[in-house]
């Protein structure tokens, strides 16, 4: 029969008809990793995905051979899941194998390498035979060097990318041999025994006079036909193998699959019983489960209203039923806490997905999933690609997190993704947040989404009080401290109580001025200011990584009187142990938290009360739960409120409500100051009222005239170059091919203009952005976008990337 396959490398990703064995019963299902090699020897082999078998014979010979198939034959990709990657290169005109690839992890895809090995000859007797073409000739002395080498290599070292054509001729001719070699990652496995099936004589008999190895042979045989290992044997290798020989046991191998660590200690918690505003919302999600079917629902709940318990009560339910559950998290490294109350709960049932684990531990949680024995997938975004059967519900926790949203090709939003996974599989999809996005409480509005509120604290806490600092008024203990802040972190001390300090990054730069005469360092690469890391005395670029040595005076006028414009966290740090010099202060940021559980082992001390003053940036605002915490300050709250960006209110809303939600979560009240130097903002308005809905009705009127998310979709276009003329004008040939595209009254083209960050690593960009308030574009229209971008701007070459429904229009 024939199937349809994709593969990355051949025919530019596009579906290709290929023979396979078998008819679909029991041939090839959907799904499946097969390695294929094109026809006429001239590209290499490669691995390929079926998508669809069955289909009608081609009218022409298939382009490609099917040489093997990979992974057992087991699908790698569900069926659902092939729908799910389908629709997910529709929406954002990208390709179906990159959705694909996007879906099956590093660990599980399985990698071909050619190896070039020489055929035993002497290379001075034998090139004369070889038809001599320079390529030929390099090919055949490399080897003869090297005898054995990868196809790549060859192609790195010669400089050229088509030698298949040259390398299948000295193959015929006898020069060379071309071997291929599989990786990929397998299940570990160790030796084990049992009792054979079939026993060579009456064994308490015969074994009688070895008493050591009867005892042996009857301690592995209670162990049943699943077998012990040698630990669990407790026997000497040498007495296993003796009876294995002689032919009483079997030795077999059994898989042993690791567990992921989250860091955090999962002490027993007491059992709690939902308040009757949990269970209120627990009775819909569970009816809704019962009736079967889609149904998503968004569960806006105040910080500390027990979101967590909701999710874990109605997990319980759907795997009594017997199907099986996602959650999401932002990212899992910065909430080990929510990853270890649902380990606490339903212990090795949950496969943990993390970025730090290694490929065979990827791997291994990966099979637990596909085979069933772990039946809920906790991760970060990618998670949603877990290769579950009987999805019953997809959960996504602080649904609002910019995490969901990737930012490299394809460029999907594992929340949506969420929702179209649960429509395609019949399951429940709850969103859940306390600032829920602005595109999700529209839908909620209008009723595609089931709204589910909880609107008090657990146990009568309540909701912390909210002050504003404005800083030009108010006396200052240090450049970034005020006075009343300071006060009030003593007053906490005194009473052994705990502190989280927020320094809001998001659009800060601790970027150097000279007063002298103004000159800011900037990036060689990129054009943005350079940033002050104390730590190691340098500059770093927050785009690309360049640093370069600080000097105490300025590089342009060597004036001493420099300013390091804003604080980061290591001044702030500085500044508050001269406050507090006897605290012991825990900073979090990117410079603290770069090894392996770093951020558990950070926040575990805090919990500990180890320390009393937790200082951080955005990372301190995501879901903690620690009950000594009662005040909470945020140094430079309307910083984020400066870029250039539509969602910069939103975002600092709900940065600033998540941070003020660690405060007071138990008996003891909290506080919250937030320190602002410009305080006219309708932000600082909606949170000191603490209204949610007030502040997305006065940020959506204002959204409505300019045409962005909710009332409409974006789509940005980004054009690339290392020459900035180029980048603009494929930019422009982007917008001239857009307005033809777009129907009247259906969007809005604009630009091309610059990007926020008009150049990174050397390369300009140019920015092109779709407001579509009806219609839609079509991957076709994307491709031929591409095509055209591709041919027209060769050299300097330009390069088009599109997102749609983007993070932020920087
Ligand atoms: N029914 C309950 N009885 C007693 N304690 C509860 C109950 N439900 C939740 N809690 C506790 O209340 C605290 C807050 O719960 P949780 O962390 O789930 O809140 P949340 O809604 O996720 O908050 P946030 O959005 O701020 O992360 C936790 O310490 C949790 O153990
Ligand atoms: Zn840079």
């Not at 790698?76 to 194998?97: D, F, K, N, Q, S």
């Not at 969103?431 to 989404?449: R, V």
Request: proline content about 6%.
């Amino acid at each position: 029969m024939y199937a349809l396959a994709i593969a990355e490398k051949l025919f530019r990703g596009e579906p290709f008809p290929l023979m396979v064995p078998g008819p679909p019963e029991e041939g090839l299902l959907p799904g499946s990793m097969v390695l294929v090699v094109p026809r006429g020897g001239k590209a290499a082999p490669s691995t390929a995905y079926i998508i669809e078998t069955g289909i009608e014979p081609p009218l022409k010979e298939p382009p490609a051979e099917l040489a093997d198939i990979l992974h057992g034959g087991e699908p790698v990709l569900t069926p659902p899941l092939i729908i799910l990657t389908r629709w997910m290169a529709g929406y954002y005109l990208t390709r179906h194998i990159d959705c694909v690839t996007a879906a099956v992890p590093v660990a599980v895809r399985t990698r071909v390498d050619d190896i070039v090995e020489a055929a035993g000859f002497s290379l001075e007797t034998d090139t004369r035979r070889v038809r001599s073409t320079a390529l030929r000739r390099s090919i055949m002395q490399l080897l003869a060097k090297e005898t054995r080498i990868t196809v790549k290599q060859l192609q790195r070292r010669l400089g050229k990318k088509h030698i298949y054509g040259t390398l299948s001729e000295l193959e015929r001719s006898g020069h060379l041999k071309l071997r291929r070699k599989f990786t990929s990652t397998a299940q570990r496995t160790v030796p084990a025994w049992r009792r054979a099936p079939v026993l060579p004589g009456e064994a308490e008999e015969e074994l009688k006079n070895t008493p050591k190895q009867l005892e042996t042979f009857r301690r592995v045989s209670a162990f049943g036909p699943g077998g012990a290992s040698l630990e669990a044997t407790a026997a000497s290798r040498r007495i296993l193998n003796t009876l294995t020989a002689s032919g009483y046991l079997e030795k077999i191998a059994v898989a042993v699959e690791g567990r992921f660590d989250t860091g955090m200690p999962t002490e027993q918690e007491e059992p709690k019983q939902p308040t009757a505003q949990q269970e209120a919302v627990l009775g819909e999600l569970r009816s809704a489960s019962r009736k079967g079917g889609y149904k998503t629902f968004l569960l806006h709940g105040v910080t500390g209203s027990g979101k967590t318990l909701v999710y874990i009560e109605f997990l319980k339910e759907v795997l009594k039923e017997g199907r099986t559950a996602i959650v999401l998290v932002p990212e899992i490294a910065l909430t080990p806490q929510t990853a270890g109350r649902f380990r606490q709960h339903f212990g090795d049932t949950v496969a943990i997905m993390h970025s730090a684990m290694s490929n065979q531990e990827k791997y291994d949680a990966w099979h637990r999933l596909r085979s069933g024995r772990a039946t809920i997938a906790l991760g970060a975004r990618s998670t949603i690609f877990a290769p579950l059967s009987n999805l019953g519900a997809v959960i996504v926790d602080e649904e609002h997190d910019g995490a969901y949203k990737q930012d490299r090709n394809p460029r999907y939003s594992a929340r949506d993704l969420a929702v179209m996974r649960a429509r395609t599989e019949g399951a429940v999809c709850i969103l859940g947040s306390a600032t829920p996005s602005f595109e999700s409480y529209e839908n909620a509005l209008q009723e595609k989404y089931r709204l589910l509120e909880l609107r008090d604290r657990i146990d009568g806490a309540t909701m912390p009080k909210l002050c504003l600092i404005v800083m030009k008024d108010s006396p200052k203990a240090t450049p970034s401290i005020s006075e009343k802040l300071r006060h009030e972190i003593s007053r906490r001390m005194e009473r052994d109580e705990q502190v989280i300090l927020l320094q809001n990054r998001r659009g800060f730069s601790g970027s150097v001025l000279c007063f002298a005469c103004g000159h800011v360092p900037l990036c060689p690469h990129c054009g943005i200011p350079l940033v002050y890391h104390a730590g190691h005395r340098q500059l770093r670029c927050h785009y690309c990584g360049h640093t370069e040595p600080f000097s105490k005076v300025c590089p342009a006028c060597a004036s001493p009187d420099l300013f390091y414009k804003g604080s980061g966290t290591e001044r702030i740090e500085e500044e508050l142990q001269s406050l507090f010099p006897e605290e012991r202060i825990l900073r979090m940021d990117v410079d603290t938290t770069t090894t392996k559980g770093s951020h558990g082992r950070i926040l575990d001390e805090f919990r500990r009360g180890k320390a009393r003053i937790l200082l951080g940036t955005q990372m301190v605002a995501k879901g903690l739960d620690f009950p000594r915490v009662t005040l909470v300050g945020v140094l430079m709250a309307d910083i984020g409120l400066n870029l250039p960006d539509f969602r910069a209110s939103e975002r600092t809303y709900s940065l600033l409500t998540q941070v003020a939600g660690r405060a007071g979560r138990s008996s003891s009240p909290g506080e919250v100051y937030l320190q602002v130097y410009n305080p006219e903002s309708e932000v600082f308005n909606a949170l000191l009222r603490g209204s949610y809905s007030a502040f997305f009705k006065h940020e959506t009127d204002s959204r409505r005239e300019l045409c962005y998310p909710p009332h409409a979709r974006l789509v940005k276009f980004e054009c690339s170059s290392p020459d900035e003329e180029t980048a603009e004008e494929a930019a422009m040939t982007c917008r001239t091919m857009l307005l033809e595209a777009v129907a009247e009254g259906q969007g809005v083209v604009l630009g091309p203009a610059p990007a926020g960050i008009a150049r990174i690593r050397g390369s300009y960009r140019y920015h092109v952005l779709l407001k579509l308030t009806g219609g839609r574009l079509t991957e076709a229209f994307a491709l031929g976008l591409q095509d055209e971008i591709a041919r027209r701007f060769r050299t300097p070459s330009a390069i088009l990337s599109i997102d749609v429904d983007p993070g932020s229009l920087m």
